[in-house]
């Protein structure tokens, strides 16, 4: 019986056979072959895509959060605190529930999907909305448990990259060995961070040959790596990469450079795109700010000086699940039919 992340990879992990195991299951997520893409894109290379919103919360937060709240538990304390644009308060409400802890949110105002929204408030996790953006309430928090001596489980909390890195043994064990392109969204630059730690770990112990090139994007209006700089108003309807100053900014410039990659931008037309593609051809349904890992492939698939080599594997992290933003997904699709409830009047519409 499959236990959790932690249970697996322990020995790649910062516990010990005391360690009490805060998990709801998270990890072992599908790594989908995307064949219907690769007819559409019309490429000669394969494409997989790694269905992170299968985790329990729906994201891939979970994995972090599993670590984060079990070190958080082993060191005895009483509760947690984070910054979150929807998916970290959401895991984190979820998991301090699980452990026994109290759970503090901080959230931009407003700007938050419903979907995640529900899932802080139901885990009973104390939401505090400020008039102010993700970066302003990460400020906060980070003052705020240093103050008050709160655990910060914000991707800053090294635990929570720990969990995250795992993500990257699974991929190797799924394909037989490390991929040759990984396409993955950037926001507070956590996750790319932990896939690169995770991918250099299986390669020093001999457990794959290669190292994949991290090809990491952000929204062309929240994107301060590839500006080098930070950016005071972030926009993009990828609320979950609405971030204009990333706290591990340094660490996804070393995995780009390390490996070889990029960090760039997709504008939210080309995120929307690869939303409505993923969800039209392959039948999955992922959060706006997931596909922007596809919007960046198709991008480079694009590009006239970039060349994706013949019969190479690609991976793209899909990092959320689209019931989490059901608004955008009604605002990005054909409107509904309304007519009587009429045998022939239907018939005409549905026209064979
Ligand atoms: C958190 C999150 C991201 C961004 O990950 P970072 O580690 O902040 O770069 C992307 N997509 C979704 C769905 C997320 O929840």
Redesign the pocket.
């Known amino acids: 019986m499959y236990k959790g992340l932690i249970e697996k990879y322990k020995r790649f992990l910062p516990i010990s056979d005391k360690t009490e195991i805060v998990s709801l299951l998270e990890g072992n997520t599908p790594l989908i072959k995307a064949n219907n893409l690769k007819k559409i894109l019309n490429v000669n290379f394969d494409i997989y895509l790694k269905y992170e919103g299968l985790n329990p919360t729906g994201?891939?937060?979970d994995r972090g959060m599993s670590m984060a709240l079990t070190k958080a538990k082993e060191e005895g304390a009483k509760s947690v605190i984070c910054a979150s644009?929807?998916?970290?308060s959401a895991s984190a409400a979820a998991y301090s529930a699980r452990a026994g802890l109290k759970c503090i949110v901080l959230i931009p105002d407003g700007n938050i999907a419903f979907g995640k929204l529900s899932q802080a408030l139901i885990h009973n996790a104390k939401v505090i909305a400020i008039n102010g953006n993700f970066d302003d309430a990460l400020k906060i928090v980070r003052e705020i448990s240093e103050k008050l001596n709160i655990v910060l489980v914000n991707?800053i909390n090294p635990y929570r990259i720990e969990g995250q890195k795992t993500a990257s043994f699974e991929i190797i064990e799924d394909l037989g060995d490390a991929p040759d392109y990984n396409f993955i969204?950037?926001?507070?630059?956590?996750?790319?961070s932990a896939y690169w730690k995770g991918y250099k770990e299986y390669r020093k112990n001999n457990l794959s040959t290669k190292l994949p090139k991290m090809m990491g994007f952000e929204a062309a209006g929240a994107a301060p790596i590839v500006l080098g700089e930070p950016i005071e108003k972030p926009e993009t309807i990828a609320t979950?990469?609405k971030?204009g100053n990333?706290a591990?900014w340094k660490s996804a410039e070393e995995a780009r450079d390390e490996s070889g990659g990029v960090i760039d931008v997709v504008t939210d037309e080309e995120i929307l795109s690869a939303y409505r593609m993923l969800a039209k051809y392959e039948g999955i349904f992922c959060?706006p700010?997931?596909s922007t890992s596809l919007a960046g492939l198709i991008k480079y698939i694009n590009k006239k000086d970039f060349e994706i080599e013949k019969n190479t594997k690609v991976v793209c992290i899909l990092?959320?699940h689209g019931l989490k933003d059901p608004d955008n997904a009604i605002k990005n699709s054909d409107e509904i039919i309304k007519i009587k409830a009429d045998i022939k009047e239907i018939e005409k519409i549905i026209n064979f």
């Open positions: 994201s891939f937060k644009t929807g998916n970290t991707s969204p950037v926001g507070n630059a956590g996750n790319i979950a990469i971030i990333p591990s959060e700010a997931s990092t959320g």
